[in-house]
């Protein structure tokens, strides 16, 4: 369920993919069952056309990749992490508008 600019990060990438990124990365946490991910997925899918070549941009299935999830206290999704030099620079609970997260990543790579 990703876009052509969307990642699919998981327990075996995520520190390659994410904490070792050169550029600012954002992380869905997300599951197929929950509805309000579902409702984030366009918005998600927009900032990775948008972002192109800036940060990065990707999902995590919670319920496929619990080691991570369980690593950064994911308890409630949709969750959005934003992620520069390993670290993390911004947490977003429940439905997000694009424009805030948008501006997030602005922030990150400017």
Same mark, same amino acid.
């Given at each position: ?9 998981? /327990? ?14 954002? #992380? /869905? &946490? ?20 948008? &972002?192109?070549?800036?940060?990065? !941009?990707?999902? #995590? ?6 080691? !991570?999830? #369980? ?5 409630? !999704?949709?969750? #959005? !992490?934003? &992620?520069? /030099? ?13 424009? /805030? ?10």
């Amino acid at each position: 369920m990703a876009g052509a600019n969307i990642q699919t990060f998981t /327990d075996a990438n995520f520190d390659a993919e994410v904490i070792k990124s050169n550029v600012p990365v954002l #992380v /869905d &946490f997300w599951a197929e069952w929950c509805m309000p991910c579902r409702m984030l997925t366009p918005t998600i899918e927009a900032l990775g056309e948008q &972002f192109v070549g800036k940060a990065k !941009i990707g999902k #995590v299935d919670t319920d496929a990749n619990r080691k !991570i999830s #369980v690593q950064f206290g994911i308890t409630a !999704i949709p969750t #959005v !992490i934003l &992620f520069k /030099d390993g670290q993390i620079a911004k947490k977003f609970v429940g439905l997000t508008r694009k424009e /805030d997260l948008a501006a997030a990543i602005t922030q990150l790579t400017a």
